[in-house]
């Protein structure tokens, strides 16, 4: 852990996550996973399956971030074009890969299972790419320069990500409270904007919820230092102690 | 119905999306929606609560779109901010909208709330815009030229969105079938790219499964003429029930 924050980008690639017939849950993943690593997600892309559309967006991103994390494409059918993309955002040829021909070619045939042309091009990267391994279905993801890239069947993406982790340069953890408040925004928007003032070292962030007809708020105080941390939660939970002691004497 | 290809981005906006905190429930729905209507949602991006940041995304959309959707950071407290960029990529004054402080001076005023000035934030909006109506928590959303701009609570976006929905143009809908298909990409990735060069006037998309350690695959048919997309959906479905029967006969 060091005091520097490293921060990634997230590239999801599919026209179904655009259409609507899959609902993508690598993003959350991802967020969740980064967040309590110390790595900062600070943008999200989708973009369809086209080479220039992945290319475009990927060079903007791996230029900006110090990681790029994609999901989708990587499998053996026509629409799979990911391996290609990235190879033209590096310019260098996308070609079977020695070492995963072996793995995907060893397992198929343990399997009893013909290692066809379209198998093969699973095995297809990047020249220069680094395997990440596979423990679901063999097929390896891989990665370039800072760019990681990963299949998009959630228990896939989960299990090679499970397997980047540990390789990555981490920051300082921002670390997070969460004070559960029962007014909605409009009751404590003023209240909280001074405590935001008073603490500029911490985010504190406000997200409102809507059930049963009614606004509640979830206020998150988010800060590198544990002790501003700790200090701004506190007059957070004064705030809405106060509020909610007002509330219930009128 | 024309002929004609309408686009759409979304922009998503809020730290909680990316620090996983909150899971996205906007950008299927829209997808959804748009899919539904005849409306190709093209790219989405997540991006932080930061001014800048919102600004450039809101400007690369906007200009490449035919409409971009925003969600979240319309509320009242210190970190809703996107009004304020989105005033900022048009270039021109954010300011209370005559119309909205009196919707929900009105609303307050029924309701015996008062109507703090963190609350009359939520009326702020470009100068220019119009209204989107919010028929569950009051607070109106707004448009400005080709950006509808809506909040982040799931519920109020949705409502929004539909209030907003009948005055888009809208475009030849894209047509889709979907076959269940019990084998792996692998299986049949080479007949499935015969099939897609067969069908140039059709996107045939292959999204695998993993349940129960093995592999299935939803292949998906889209395409804007109808005979078309029944002639590929025809020639898929041959082709999966053909590799059923012989191996079945194995």
């Known amino acids: 852990m060091s005091n520097e924050v490293v921060t990634a980008a997230m590239l999801a690639i599919g026209d179904e996550l655009l259409s609507g017939r899959t609902k993508d849950k690598n993003i959350g993943h991802l967020a969740d996973i980064l967040t309590a690593v110390g790595i900062d997600l600070e943008e999200v892309r989708i973009v369809p399956d086209e080479q220039d559309r992945i290319v ?107 397997n980047v982790l540990p390789t990555l340069r981490v920051g300082q953890q921002l670390l997070s409270r969460s004070v559960n408040c029962p007014f909605g925004e409009g009751t404590i928007a003023t209240a909280l904007r001074d405590i935001q003032a008073a603490h500029p070292d911490t985010i504190i962030g406000s997200y409102p919820k809507y059930e049963n007809d009614r606004f509640s708020t979830e206020l998150v105080i988010r800060a590198r230092d544990k002790e501003k941390l700790i200090a701004a939660e506190t007059a957070v939970r004064n705030m809405v102690e106060g509020l909610s002691a007002s509330q219930l004497g009128r």
């Open 56 to 162: 475009e967006a990927l060079n903007a991103l791996r230029a900006r971030y110090d990681y790029v994390f994609t999901s989708g494409g990587i499998g053996p059918t026509h629409d799979d074009i990911t391996a290609d993309a990235i190879a033209k955002a590096f310019d260098v040829p996308c070609e079977h890969d020695a070492r995963a021909m072996k793995i995907m070619g060893d397992n198929y045939a343990a399997r009893g299972i013909e290692f066809t042309e379209s198998r093969q091009r699973m095995a297809r990267m990047p020249r220069g790419s680094e395997h990440i391994a596979n423990p679901v279905s063999t097929a390896p993801g891989f990665h370039i320069g800072n760019v990681y890239v990963m299949a998009g069947v959630p228990s896939v993406f989960q299990a090679m990500l499970d």
